[in-house]
């Protein structure tokens, strides 16, 4: 036998060599794809065409799957799951898995939660008036207010540059504190129907006002408010018992925070 033979450093090479190839072939992670997975995909498939597949078809869908199984899985090798868009996207994921079927809500249970915050549920009060406006006092002439509540029409009186419409229509509160402040809401709201009022300031200038019609905030009609209010409770609802949930998986874990006052470097 050739000395080469005995040699002990390619005994070792030749194991290696081996084992390598045992490796290659025996040891490499399996895709395995079963005919019920290809079964359930192609189904889907079928479902979404209105038609039975090909042949063809059933290869590709067949191929496409041990692709993305294959990247699914380098993507948890080379450590992807670590990307904050894949951790967003799996923890919604798990939410999503384990959210509840919640049985629909009481009427008194919607009614209790419409309580909660009254004031989101209200419409807001409403004012129509007519105006003379000015975009600044200098330009009033002497004794307009006596003259409008002597009977004189309001057309012609302002100051043209002062763009309103006039009379102003029913307008929510809301829009009126957009238009005009707050502060000038607060004083139309309080102004007597029907007489003519002023001066008052405004982010458009200043006003000589006539209400013509106001309605106070009322409540909304529980009919319409139905459907936002059921979403909302069930929303709650499935998050209560998401948490509830994800409290009884923390027991499975050893939560390590911070100190509550971590002392300043």
């Known amino acids: 036998m050739p000395s080469f033979l005995k040699e002990p450093l390619l005994h070792f090479l030749l194991a290696a060599a081996l084992l390598l190839v045992a490796w290659h072939f025996f040891a490499r992670p399996e895709v395995k794809v079963s005919p019920q997975l ?25 191929d496409e799957y041990v692709e993305n199984e294959i990247l699914y899985r380098e993507a948890l090798r080379t450590g992807l799951i670590q990307d ?28 209790a939660l419409r309580n909660q915050t009254p004031q989101i549920y209200r419409y807001p009060a409403k004012v129509s008036f007519e105006h003379v406006s000015f975009a600044d006092e200098k330009s009033i002439p002497e004794g307009l207010l006596e003259k409008l509540r002597s009977g004189t029409p ?16 029913p307008t929510f509160r809301t829009q009126l504190d957009h238009l005009f402040g ?22 458009r200038g200043v006003h000589f006002v006539k209400v013509l019609s ?3 905030e009322q409540d909304m009609p529980m ?28 027991k499975s874990y050893r939560v390590v925070l911070p100190p509550a006052n971590p002392a300043k470097p």
């Open 38 to 62: 290809i079964s359930g995909i192609v189904k889907d498939y079928e479902g979404s065409l209105g038609r039975p597949a090909t042949p063809e078809e059933v290869k590709k869908i067949t």
């Open 84 to 111: 904050n868009r894949v951790r967003g996207l799996l923890i919604q994921t798990m939410r999503t898995s384990l959210r509840p079927i919640v049985p629909p809500p009481t009427e008194a249970d919607l009614v």
């Open 154 to 169: 309001p057309q012609g009186l302002g100051d043209p540059a002062v763009r309103l419409a006039n009379p102003l229509p």
């Open 182 to 203: 707050a502060a000038f809401t607060d004083t139309l709201i309080k102004c007597e129907k029907g007489v003519w009022s002023g001066l008052f300031p405004s982010n």
């Open 214 to 216: 106001s309605e106070p």
């Open 223 to 250: 009919a319409e408010l139905r459907p936002t209010l059921t979403g909302k409770w069930t929303g709650l609802k499935e998050a209560e018992i998401i948490s509830q949930k994800v409290e009884e998986m923390k």
